[in-house]
């Protein structure tokens, strides 16, 4: 099926905005107002003055807020260009400018303009700049009060701006992450967290972010920092800190969370952790369980959703310079909503990671001392197993919260005609969304794999599981339009987590014809191989419940569209043509189940017989010298030994 596990392939860095790249770069990207703003703007970019250079710098950060469409035609315009010039400026106000505007564009625009950066070589300036700040930062931190406020902010605001350009990058590609590594930023994001006591939050907190993320599937940076028993401890003392009393206040409380999440992630990414006598001999289940579960509970979505609304976006005068750092109440209130929201998606990133690895973690809740381990998810169940409230607890303390935050609110997604009325809190909602399907995804997987009798016995459970989560799918609907890309990530993640509870409750799982109908829709428009393969996992298990006879003859059918035929190749890809024919045999593997009539009364054996040989050729033709081909052939062969069987063995029933 696919666990989703933490791959620098699939870009975790999560662009505040949803996609927007079916928006027109250039003049038919914006309004014709908005048209008329830029062209100044740019020339001011290149003024002999500084002050006016500043200004084009401030103004593009203020244009492009929450506004695709303009960040759209300035990117025709070569406003990424001009900015990474200013980063060489003459004027450091005007490169400190230019290095914010970066930073926004980075998080405004995703992997297209950080791709983009990255061609134009932008890391070339951005090299420079670590050591630059390490010496200024050094000097106040050594004496701080001899540093005026105004230049000490600066400096912070800067750091904090660097490092998350150099994080945006290194999740744009291997070619940029490559490069990143060259510049050896660990001792510089990990002395921003050595001295966290001494620094805002903000820059420590991008630190925390930027190594989180250089340490995914990235062995030199995993390896420089788990060789360091000074690094690891660092991070493991942050793990177990709190909120500092002088910032005992909502936002410091939600950054304190924010940063213990991300040195969990860190220390999870760096595992196996290195023997120390004061790490947990189970860092998991001692440490982030206990950290995340509490997190992804914390909050109602919906409720979040219903309290956003749009700020009003300063209005520019060429006349007068903008003031970047300059926040409405009603601003602040939506970064700190969109900040807790970041700390529920990050805390889904990590425990997906965690349970990518079940069932070797136990995700019960600590503290319930009542509870024999082995009796939650374990290898090889005891026959004497019955269900109880001990054997299913991981279904309350884990699933349920996850359930809660796949449920599409209002705000999670741009309407399928405008544009969205908050684009960071509806990119926010849906990367939660995203990231609770995940986990699912891992923690129905691993039990398919790994059955346990006590929760299989539990259908009622899986009955509300499935229920709840084809409820979510529907309420995200399937226009995948342009624009959509998010609720068309959710479905194809979705359909796995369907395919997970329906190996889960096999048999026991009553199937409903909209429900089927749907699962045909998704197999039937999607370009996935991989999800045509998991919507066919997921009929093939519903088709198993004995009393559905006519739902049976419905997906029966439907999976025998899929197989070649005498005269006729399959009309869907390799893989899905072998899992349907797994899927038929399964099915009617027991000619005593009731829906078998439909396997008599359909002539099903002579279909199948007549497609052996077109599946023996389709298989033939797999390229064994392709990534994953020899494997795909072996399994190809098995089904086709399978079918041949299958055949011959029907035939002889006689019916």
Not at 357 to 368: I, Q, S
Not at 529 to 541: P, Y
Not at 555 to 562: A, E, G, H, K, T
Request: proline share 7%; glycine share 6%.
């Amino acid at each position: 099926m696919g666990k989703s596990q933490k791959k620098r392939s699939m870009r975790r860095h999560n662009p505040m905005r949803v996609p927007d790249s079916h928006i027109p770069k250039g003049l038919g990207a914006a309004s014709s107002s908005k048209q008329e703003a830029v062209l100044p703007i740019m020339q001011k970019m290149e003024s002999p003055d500084a002050s006016e250079r500043k200004w084009a710098c401030v103004a593009v950060s203020n244009l492009i807020q929450n506004d695709p469409s303009t960040r759209r035609l300035l990117q025709g315009n070569n406003v990424v260009g001009v900015l990474i010039t200013r980063l060489s400026d003459s004027e450091e106000e005007v490169v400190i400018e230019a290095v914010g505007t970066l930073r926004n564009l980075c998080i405004d625009g995703g992997y297209d303009i950080c791709g983009e950066m990255y061609n134009k070589n932008i890391i070339a300036p951005l090299r420079t700049f670590p050591a630059k700040i390490s010496n200024v930062l050094s000097l106040y931190l050594s004496n701080p009060k001899a540093a005026p406020e105004n230049a000490r902010k600066v400096i912070y605001e800067w750091a904090d701006n660097v490092i998350t350009i150099l994080w945006c990058l290194s999740e744009t590609s291997n070619k940029a992450l490559n490069s990143i590594n060259q510049i050896s930023l660990i001792p510089f994001l990990m002395s921003f967290l050595a001295s966290r006591d001494k620094l805002p939050s903000a820059p420590v907190t991008s630190a925390a972010q930027c190594l989180y993320v250089l340490t995914e599937d990235n062995p030199p940076a995993v390896n420089n920092v788990r060789s360091d028993a000074a690094y690891v401890s660092c991070l493991f003392d942050i793990t177990r800190s709190e909120a500092k009393a002088s910032e005992a206040n909502q936002d410091s409380e939600e950054r304190a969370v924010i940063l213990r999440l991300l040195t969990c992630g860190i220390l999870r990414n760096i595992s196996p952790l290195p023997p120390s006598s004061s790490l947990p001999a189970d860092f998991d289940r001692e440490t982030v369980i206990p950290l995340l579960l509490p997190v992804i509970s914390s909050v109602s979505l919906l409720e979040h959703s219903n309290r956003d609304s749009e700020p009003q976006i300063q209005k520019l005068s060429l006349k007068n310079t903008p003031k970047s750092d300059h926040k409405s109440a009603e601003e602040l209130e939506l970064e700190r909503i969109e900040t807790k929201l970041r700390s529920i998606q990050l805390a889904l990133e990590i425990l997906t990671g965690a349970c990518a690895t079940l069932p070797d973690v136990d995700l019960a809740m600590e503290g319930e001392d009542d509870m024999d381990e082995n009796e939650v998810m374990h290898d090889e169940p005891t026959p004497e197993a019955h269900p109880s409230p001990a054997n299913t607890s991981f279904l309350s303390s884990l699933v349920e919260p996850l359930l809660s935050l796949i449920q599409p609110t209002p705000l999670s997604f741009p309407p399928h005609s405008g544009a969205s009325p908050h684009p960071p809190t509806a990119s926010a909602l849906s990367a939660i969304h995203i990231c609770a399907m995940e986990c699912l995804n891992n923690i129905f997987l691993s039990l398919s794999a790994s059955p346990n009798p006590a929760v299989a016995s539990d259908t009622e459970s899986g009955w509300k599981v499935w229920s709840v989560i084809f409820s979510a799918l529907q309420s995200v609907g399937t226009q995948f339009g342009p624009g959509q890309e998010r609720r068309k990530d959710i479905w194809e993640i979705g359909v796995g987590v369907l395919w997970g509870i329906g190996n889960t409750w096999k048999g026991n799982l009553i199937p409903q014809d909209g429900e089927v109908k749907l699962l045909m829709q998704m197999c039937d428009v999607t370009t996935s191989d991989t999800v045509r393969i998991r919507c066919v996992g997921a009929l093939e298990c519903l088709a198993q419940h004995p009393q559905s006879i006519e739902l049976n003859r419905t997906i029966s059918r439907y999976l025998l569209s899929m197989l070649p035929s005498e005269n006729s190749p399959a009309p869907v890809g390799v893989e899905p043509m072998i899992q349907a024919t797994s899927a038929i045999i399964d099915i009617y593997s027991d000619e005593n189940m009731p829906y078998d009539v439909n396997f008599r009364r359909g002539g099903y054996v002579d279909r199948l017989a007549q497609s052996v040989e077109g599946f023996r050729r389709t298989v033939r033709g797999i390229d064994k010298r392709k990534e994953g081909g020899r494997e795909l052939r072996m399994r190809g062969d098995e089904v086709r030994e399978n079918l041949q069987a299958f055949v011959e063995y029907r035939r002889d029933l006689g019916f």
